[in-house]
């Protein structure tokens, strides 16, 4: 079993290159995946004055063994946190907004009304700017997909994260399947709004199973994908099996680039919310 990060795997760290960034997050008590999730991509993007805005609280009602987010009772629904969300957007002056969630199966709708409120309070606040929303499965509801959509995000994005087989041990109360009707739900009712889907790899898949989920969120016309490199927050989640080198990343990229996906972005440090805004302003060209 892998020990050890390989040495094409470098993860910058610069805590006070994210100063102003960690100083507007505080100010508007705003949650991060960046941090909850230990991304390590968190500085330079931070850096880069981004970063993908947590809503719903911090603690999630699921128990997916590869996620560092807390698992605890879930909190209370704050309404406020969409417009201090859009007020941190405005003071970092984002043009592209990425905002995601933990799952609250605890409500009724899965928390889609507050991110509509959000959606709403960003176009408000940064009305030139372009949303994207990084949503639970919301347990299959189609009206609740319908209130984000109706919202108005530029890019409704839900992540499969691993391939079909390795959900009962890796997201034993999520559905593949259910994921990729989401997308697929989400194109149908709004066309024009560009979809997106991520996994990572390291978890025990083979790389066909990986080809394969990418050929189901085409058949779901999803828009683009995302892989990069599942690193294991602690020994207490799911253990790295594989690291993938370089090339055979750029394999990957490859091969899912001519499936026909209308953006892809694979690497090893790739996450779904990285250098999101590369979605917006694509114009189709893979690699």
């Not at 940064?126 to 949303?131: A, F, K, Q, R, Y």
Request: net charge positive; charged share 25%; with cysteine.
């Amino acid at each position: 079993m892998p020990g050890k990060h390989p040495d094409w795997i470098k993860i910058r760290v610069n805590p006070y290159a994210g100063a102003l960034v960690d100083k507007i997050l505080q100010k508007n008590k705003i949650n991060t995946v960046c941090r909850e999730a230990s991304c390590p991509n968190i500085w330079e993007c931070f850096q880069e004055r981004t970063a993908t805005f947590l809503i719903l609280g911090k603690q999630c009602t699921r128990s997916c063994s590869f996620c560092a987010v807390g698992k605890s009772p879930a909190e209370r629904v704050d309404p406020g946190e969409a417009e201090r969300v859009a007020l941190a957007a405005r003071q970092l002056k984002l043009k592209h907004v990425v905002v995601t969630s933990v799952t609250r199966d605890d409500l009724p709708d899965g928390g889609a009304g507050l991110f509509a409120l959000t959606i709403n309070k960003l176009k408000q606040y940064l009305p030139g700017s372009t949303v994207e929303v990084l949503v639970p499965d919301f347990n299959g509801s189609s009206s609740a997909l319908q209130k984000v959509l109706d919202a108005g995000p530029d890019i409704l994005n839900h992540n499969v994260e691993t391939v079909p087989d390795l959900y009962p041990s890796v997201r034993p109360q999520a559905d593949y399947w259910r994921s990729i009707r989401l997308l697929q739900k989400a194109k149908e009712y709004k066309q024009h709004v560009r979809t997106k889907s991520g996994l990572m790899v390291g978890l025990g898949e083979k790389v066909e199973e990986v080809v394969r989920v990418g050929k189901d969120l085409l058949q779901a016309n999803c828009d683009a994908v995302t892989v990069g490199q599942y690193l294991s927050p602690s020994s207490q989640h799911h253990p790295v099996l594989k690291y993938y080198t370089p090339a055979e990343f750029e394999n990957l990229e490859k091969t899912l680039c001519d499936l026909g996906f209308f953006h892809v972005k694979v690497g090893p440090l790739v996450r779904s919310s990285y250098r999101a805004y590369d979605l917006v302003i694509s114009k189709g060209d893979c690699p």
